[in-house]
T-cell receptor, first 115, second 113 residues
């Protein structure tokens, strides 16, 4: 298993500002993911963040809006840039464990409200 | 209150009943399916998974059924308890993206004592 923490747990931000969300895992993992969960909605994958390579973004998400860092095998950050109220969501990171079974573990999420 | 599940389909059951939550998935080539439970204020938690070469898998109080013909998954929870109250998501792993998951719309389960 993996224990994942995120900071901050929640924040209220002003339109036009940026927020960086941190994700820390208690073991070394190759694959990390960032998801968005809009109010009352399901989870949508933003990007895959593998250490040592550029993040891979899903359709509808771009690096300028959601820059991601992955400096080592236990840590990643997601920045939500130039925020608007439409960015109000829960942002979750997850990690993929492949041994002994394939499984994804999720962090508790960061609840972002943009005014 | 938390907004997760606010607009999702809701299944209300009495404690002790059996619950069945359904999910339709999108990609007939998907090979791996997972059910997650998300409690208020928390991230999704793995419940049970199934590979496409199976049509049924049982865990502790939970059973997942897979019907590939109609691209349908169901999660059965036996003797539902108040602690089972949460939002439940199915997810499929796309073949073209290792560990890349596509989540279903979710169902909110409310268990009354």
């Amino acid at each position: 298993s993996a224990v994942i923490s995120q900071k901050p747990s929640r924040d209220i931000c002003q339109r036009g500002t940026s927020l960086t969300i941190q994700c820390q895992v208690d073991s070394q993992v190759t694959m990390m993911f960032w998801y968005r969960q809009q109010p009352g909605q399901s989870l949508t994958l933003i990007a895959t963040a593998n250490q040592g390579s550029e993040a891979t973004y899903e359709s509808g998400f771009v690096i300028d809006k959601f820059p991601i860092s992955r400096p080592n095998l236990t840590f990643s950050t997601l920045t939500v840039s130039n925020m608007s109220p439409e960015d109000s969501s829960i942002y979750l990171c997850s990690v993929a464990i492949t041994s002994p079974y394939n499984e994804q573990f999720f962090g508790p999420g960061t609840r972002l409200t943009v005014l | 209150g938390e907004s997760v599940g606010l607009h999702l389909p809701t299944l209300s059951v009495q404690e002790g009943d059996n619950s069945i939550i359904n999910c339709a998935y999108s990609n007939s080539a998907s090979d791996y399916f997972i059910w997650y439970k998300q409690e208020s204020g928390k991230g999704p938690q793995f419940i049970i998974d199934i590979r496409s070469n199976m049509d049924k898998r049982q865990g502790q109080r939970v059973t997942v059924l897979l019907n590939k013909t109609v691209k349908h998954l169901s999660l059965q929870i036996a003797a539902t308890q108040p602690g089972d109250s949460a939002v439940y998501f199915c997810a499929e792993e796309l073949l073209e993206g290792f560990q890349k998951l596509v989540f279903g719309t979710g169902t909110r389960l409310l268990v009354s004592p």
